[in-house]
């Protein structure tokens, strides 16, 4: 057996999204109720579920050799860790998760200055009084344990929080004052594992796979035997993540052709590739896409 990996997979919200980014990228991990050390079928790594908020520290530390976690996060605790690879999905969607600072709707709050003096709830302490710092605004933040958005008007005057969607903020009446923070997930490593060559192939070959499952994910293959004298008019109709592979057949007269295309695109592009003369398309599923 090789170098051990101690690789941290974020508990919670992210956890199963963590899980089946994997899968795709090929390693198959599996979680035990009772256990904080999940199984993977790589006998170079050994997990670990840590809280994506504590996640960093660990990194950094060297507790754990490659984690991941959000941006939001390593910026939350100075973490001094290397960035291998951004990975943009979330529990949600693939967009970005924002730190929001937010007021009732009913507030008299319309700019960030307006919250000198106030009391400001949330979870990420650090960031919210760096970003009062940058707008020269003191303000009390205090710490939330949870859900932060019921707090005001009572509790606290405004909060910071992070949303996918703003569909809570709105169901708690809340409205956005200014945009604290943009995060998305991100592969990061201790230092010192980093700069072992060993530990270094290890997390790149990781971070490739990983990078290779997320490409491919909305996106499918095509191939299909097309005339030569057809060529053109088919390879128009092709949008193409790079310019499509032609390969010509035993028959002169035929070639065929490969490709890689949005799924969202094929149900409209195969009806116009077998009237431009597209014979014997396939489609097909993707697990990776490596460029």
Not at 5 to 24: D, H, K, M, V, Y
Not at 109 to 131: C, M, P
Not at 204 to 218: H, N, V
Request: aromatic fraction near 6%; proline fraction near 4%; charge should be negative.
């Amino acid at each position: 057996m090789g170098t051990l990996l101690r690789l941290g997979i974020p508990a919670g919200s992210l956890q199963e999204a963590t899980a089946e980014l994997f899968r795709r990228a090929g390693y198959k991990i599996t979680f035990n109720a009772r256990s904080y050390f999940p199984a993977i079928d790589d006998d170079e790594i050994e997990c670990m579920l840590i809280r994506a908020q504590e996640m960093a520290r660990y990194v950094q530390d060297g507790v754990l050799d490659v984690g991941l976690t959000g941006h939001d996060w390593i910026v939350e605790n100075g973490a001094d860790v290397h960035e291998v690879a951004e990975l943009v999905f979330s529990k949600v969607s693939r967009r970005p998760v924002r730190w929001v600072l937010c007021v009732p709707e009913s507030s008299s709050v319309q700019s960030v200055a307006d919250l000198a003096g106030k009391r400001i709830a949330t979870e990420a302490v650090g960031l919210t009084n760096s970003f009062l710092a940058r707008h020269g605004v003191e303000a009390k933040v205090e710490f939330s344990w949870g859900a932060t958005e019921v707090k005001p008007p009572k509790l606290a005057d405004a909060i910071v929080e992070v949303t996918e969607t703003g569909s809570s903020l709105r169901a708690n009446h809340l409205r956005i004052v200014a945009e604290v923070l943009t995060s998305t997930p991100r592969l990061i490593a201790n230092r010192q594992s980093y700069a072992d060559p060993a530990q270094r192939q290890k997390i790149d070959d990781l971070a490739l796979m990983l990078k290779g499952a997320m490409a491919a994910e909305g996106k499918v293959g095509l191939m299909m035997n097309v005339p030569r004298e057809r060529l053109n008019q088919v390879l128009t109709l092709l949008p193409a993540l790079q310019r499509p592979t032609v390969a010509s057949l035993a028959d002169e007269h035929w070639v065929d052709v490969s490709t890689v295309v949005d799924e969202t695109v094929v149900r409209k592009i195969i009806p116009r590739l077998k009237s431009a003369g597209a014979r014997g398309i396939v489609e097909y599923p993707l697990n990776k896409v490596i460029d």
